[in-house]
């Protein structure tokens, strides 16, 4: 089934809004940020557009499952790929795990918490302090029946995502105009003020906030399965941006100017708020929108999470079992059933705070090294992915939506189609000495299809398999072909951007954990400042000089490299400001699938 722009909004707007509304903003308000999370929201809002328009331009290049995982594969090689891609699981994972223990809480309001109090005196098990003190089996239920409804296949997950989220969407509205009818100014004035936690409190909140936004990234993942996705991937994720930019910062504004954020409670944060405030119905009508919102981003989260294995699975850099389809069903089962018990369990006996801190680390790092990967991709001598085919821009372009192993399309063989739509003889991508592609089962030419209405033009793929899923160079251009950037030039753009990356680092923890030191004059804070600042300008303007690839692409980020270094330093700023905890515990993770991919 061929998804288009609105399956992919309800998608990217089901996946973000439900976690960002009714799960991030309550926490990042009461223990982050308090009133200041709107500028959190404002920052976070800012970081993810600048990423968006790398995603944009590497989802217009390499159109294929995996969204950041495959880009990196294609652009930085295996290691990168692996941190990427089980970072990626790890996110998505504790994303249900979250939104799953939300949505018991939510159902608890309709039960006067008896639902807790009863787990609580009769399953009570630990008082660790990451674990929960009794299993949650609401949540856990709720996760596999979602699991099954993602297992039943896209036409009732899509059915599903687009009522629910269409309704959650009109409460969430609700909320703000609500909100708006009862602003007191002393909640964003009163002591400790504005800014109770700081500057860092700020930061720290939209790192965990950024997750919300990045729900493009499930946009992207759903590449190979839209319609003409050169166009409709970016307009989906600057569409979808935009909206949830717009909800995320008036549901803020409207709960934080109406109700003391001091005073807001661990579980239903924002129903109860209402509640207290003494805005009569507002609990059970809010807690409806969040059931509603969490259900959606419950199916959009388990939709997008088996792709990502899938993807990895089929490079074998995880077991094999993962990248294999059912016969009958045609979907990856393994990839479905499993992660969604392992998400299950988590979000039954882990603490809501424990799965909220680490959610955030996955995320960025994909983010981070997708715009990573946008400057080597243009400053490099050889070119990598799709490529726009003419130069009028209403004449049509070439998608292969199915990735042809082999040989990649170069200038030299990339067929254009003739006034009658048909393929010619010569039009078909050949093998330099054959003039066929290999197959390690058969050898056969490729075929050219025209899909009805369809600007592009999509090619039938023969897959070969690769040792150990080593699958970077098959997207490559051959390296004969000259373009403006030299090996030269290449390393030198190289060297800059990594001491880019490693005065970005100096700079964020020098303002996060030395800013106390630069407030009160000490001499070596301010010279680390100015130097790691004269080092980043001077790093950007010499990767700014350097010749760019002049290849013509459907889709390109604007004002390179100002773009992708700007949202490289705020990235990096967020992931300064997680806790050490978060750190270790997403180390050990990373460790964990390493050990298991031996």
Same mark, same amino acid.
């Given at each position: 089934?061929?998804?288009?722009?609105?399956?992919?909004?309800?998608?990217?707007?089901?996946?973000s809004?439900?976690?960002?509304?009714?799960?991030?903003?309550?926490?990042?308000?009461?223990?982050d940020?308090?009133?200041?999370?709107?500028?959190?929201?404002?920052?976070?809002?800012?970081?993810?557009?600048?990423a968006? &328009?790398?995603?944009?331009?590497?989802?217009?290049?390499?159109p294929?499952?995996?969204?950041?995982?495959?880009?990196?594969?294609?652009? &930085?090689?295996e290691?990168?790929?692996f941190?990427? !891609?089980?970072?990626?699981?790890?996110?998505?994972m504790?994303?249900?795990?979250?939104?799953?223990?939300?949505?018991?809480?939510?159902?608890?309001? /309709?039960?006067?918490?008896?639902?807790?109090?009863?787990?609580?005196?009769?399953?009570r098990?630990?008082?660790?302090?990451?674990?929960?003190?009794?299993?949650?089996?609401?949540?856990?239920?709720?996760?596999l029946?979602?699991?099954?409804?993602?297992f039943? !296949?896209?036409?009732v997950?899509?059915?599903?995502?687009?009522t629910?989220?269409?309704?959650?969407?009109l409460?969430?509205?609700?909320?703000?105009?609500?909100? /708006?009818?009862?602003?007191?100014?002393?909640?964003?004035?009163?002591?400790?003020?504005?800014?109770p936690?700081? /500057?860092? %409190?700020?930061?720290?909140a939209?790192?965990?906030?950024?997750?919300g936004?990045? %729900?493009f990234?499930?946009?992207?993942?759903?590449?190979?399965?839209?319609?003409?996705?050169i166009?409709?991937?970016?307009?989906?994720?600057?569409?979808?941006?935009?909206?949830?930019?717009?909800?995320?910062?008036?549901?803020?504004s409207?709960?934080?100017?109406?109700?003391s954020?001091?005073?807001?409670?661990?579980d239903a944060?924002?129903?109860?708020?209402?509640?207290?405030? !003494?805005?009569?119905?507002?609990?059970?009508?809010?807690?409806?929108?969040?059931l509603?919102?969490?259900?959606?981003?419950?199916?959009?989260?388990? /939709?997008?999470?088996?792709?990502t294995?899938?993807?990895?699975?089929?490079?074998?850099?995880?077991?094999?079992?993962?990248?294999?389809?059912?016969?009958?069903?045609?979907? $990856?089962?393994?990839?479905?059933?499993? +992660?969604?018990?392992?998400?299950?369990?988590?979000?039954?006996?882990?603490?809501?705070?424990?799965?909220?801190?680490?959610?955030?680390? %996955?995320?960025?790092?994909?983010?981070?090294?997708?715009?990573i990967?946008?400057?080597?991709?243009?400053?490099?001598?050889?070119?990598?992915?799709?490529?726009?085919?003419?130069?009028?821009?209403?004449?049509?372009?070439?998608?292969c939506?199915?990735?042809?192993?082999a040989?990649?399309?170069?200038?030299?063989?990339?067929?254009?189609?003739?006034?009658?739509?048909?393929?010619?003889?010569?039009?078909?991508?050949?093998h330099?000495?054959?003039g066929y592609?290999?197959?390690?089962?058969?050898?056969? +030419?490729?075929?050219?299809?025209?899909?009805?209405?369809?600007?592009?033009?999509?090619?039938?793929?023969?897959i $070969?398999?690769?040792?150990?899923?080593?699958?970077? $160079?098959?997207?490559?251009?051959?390296?004969?072909?000259?373009?403006?950037?030299?090996?030269?030039?290449?390393?030198?753009?190289?060297v800059? @951007?990594?001491?880019?990356?490693?005065?970005?680092?100096?700079?964020?923890l020098l303002?996060?954990?030395?800013?106390?030191?630069?407030?009160?004059?000490?001499?070596?804070?301010?010279?680390?400042?100015?130097?790691?600042?004269?080092?980043?300008?001077?790093?950007?303007?010499?990767?700014?000089?350097?010749p760019?690839?002049?290849?013509?692409? &459907?889709? !390109?980020?604007?004002? @390179?490299?100002?773009?992708?270094?700007?949202?490289?330093?705020?990235?990096?700023?967020?992931?300064?400001?997680?806790?050490?905890?978060?750190?270790?515990?997403?180390?050990?993770?990373?460790?964990l699938?390493?050990?298991?991919?031996?």
């Open positions: 089934m061929e998804k288009t722009i609105v399956t992919l909004l309800t998608y990217r707007i089901g996946n809004l439900g976690i960002g509304v009714y799960v991030i903003i309550g926490h990042i308000v009461k223990y940020a308090g009133p200041s999370a709107v500028l959190s929201i404002l920052f976070a809002g800012v970081a993810a557009f600048l968006g &328009l790398c995603y944009a331009e590497c989802s217009a290049r390499i294929r499952t995996g969204s950041s995982y495959i880009y990196t594969y294609a652009t &930085l090689g290691l990168c790929a941190v990427v !891609g089980w970072g990626m699981i790890l996110e998505n504790l994303g249900v795990a979250a939104t799953a223990k939300a949505w018991s809480q939510y159902i608890d309001v /309709f039960f006067n918490g008896s639902i807790h109090r009863y787990l609580d005196d009769n399953l098990w630990t008082s660790a302090p990451i674990l929960s003190e009794s299993p949650d089996l609401v949540a856990f239920g709720i996760v029946l979602c699991t099954m409804v993602v039943l !296949g896209i036409k997950s899509a059915v599903l995502s687009v629910l989220s269409i309704f959650s969407g409460i969430m509205i609700c909320i703000i105009c609500v909100g /708006f009818f009862h602003v007191k100014h002393e909640n964003w004035i009163e002591p400790p003020g504005f800014f936690h700081g /500057f860092t %409190g700020v930061l720290s939209s790192a965990t906030l950024y997750y936004f990045i %729900g990234d499930s946009v992207a993942l759903l590449s190979e399965e839209t319609k003409e996705p166009k409709t991937i970016p307009t989906a994720i600057f569409v979808s941006l935009i909206i949830c930019f717009l909800l995320y910062f008036g549901v803020t409207a709960v934080t100017l109406a109700c954020w001091n005073k807001f409670s661990d944060t924002i129903s109860k708020a209402y509640d207290v405030r !003494g805005i009569h119905g507002a609990l059970q009508v809010i807690s409806v929108g969040g509603l919102a969490l259900t959606a981003a419950l199916i959009a989260l388990l /939709f997008a999470l088996p792709r294995i899938y993807a990895m699975g089929k490079d074998r850099l995880i077991f094999k079992c993962f990248g294999t389809t059912n016969y009958c069903t045609n979907v $990856s089962v393994t990839s479905i059933v499993l +992660p969604g018990i392992i998400s299950a369990i988590l979000s039954s006996i882990f603490k809501f705070n424990i799965l909220i801190d680490v959610l955030s680390i %996955g995320t960025l790092m994909a983010s981070t090294t997708v715009v990967c946008v400057v080597c991709l243009r400053y490099q001598p050889v070119h990598i992915g799709l490529y726009q085919e003419y130069e009028d821009p209403d004449d049509k372009f070439v998608q939506t199915e990735f042809v192993y040989n990649f399309m170069t200038p030299q063989n990339t067929s254009r189609v003739n006034s009658e739509n048909q393929c010619k003889k010569s039009d078909v991508m050949k330099p000495s054959t592609c290999n197959n390690s089962l058969e050898t056969r +030419p490729l075929k050219c299809q025209i899909p009805r209405g369809s600007t592009y033009q999509k090619m039938d793929s023969v $070969s398999s690769t040792s150990a899923g080593s699958i970077s $160079s098959l997207f490559q251009l051959p390296p004969e072909i000259v373009y403006e950037p030299s090996q030269t030039s290449w390393l030198t753009t190289s800059a @951007l990594v001491t880019y990356l490693m005065s970005s680092v100096l700079l964020s303002t996060i954990f030395g800013g106390c030191y630069i407030i009160e004059g000490a001499w070596w804070a301010i010279f680390l400042l100015v130097l790691s600042v004269i080092i980043l300008t001077s790093t950007m303007i010499i990767i700014f000089k350097q760019q690839n002049q290849t013509k692409l &459907l889709f !390109g980020t604007p004002y @390179l490299p100002f773009v992708p270094l700007l949202a490289l330093l705020m990235n990096i700023f967020m992931l300064s400001s997680l806790s050490s905890e978060a750190w270790i515990r997403f180390s050990i993770w990373i460790f699938g390493n050990f298991l991919n031996l």
